[in-house]
């Protein structure tokens, strides 16, 4: 009877030390995960900043020459605007006071 429940605490410390052995496994394997995900992302910023530093230059010469299309535009438009109200801008205040007057 010694022998049997000797051998039943013999099994119970054994499988306590599995246990353990287990869950401090499993505290390695959260550990390493973590620390593998720094990595991970460590390793994927610095590839992205090297990517936005190498693209930076094609991209402000591409937002400059858009830019310089789109100012051109507005230079354009800004002319004939003017232009046209030293043509007709005496016409269009007589007309504006017209219509708020006659209004």
Request: no cysteine; proline share 1%; net charge neutral.
């Amino acid at each position: 009877m010694k022998d049997m429940i000797k051998e039943i605490v013999d099994i119970d410390h054994e499988a306590q030390q599995i246990t353990d052995e287990a869950q401090q496994e499993k505290l390695n394997s959260a550990d390493e995960i973590s620390k593998r995900r720094e990595e991970i992302r460590t390793k994927y910023l610095a590839r992205a900043r090297k990517r936005i530093e190498k693209n930076e230059p094609v991209e402000r010469a591409a937002a400059e020459k858009k830019w310089a299309v789109t100012e051109k535009h507005y230079t354009e438009v800004r002319k004939k605007l003017e232009a046209d109200y030293s043509t007709h801008g005496d016409q269009w205040v007589k007309e504006l006071v017209s219509r708020v007057l006659g209004a």
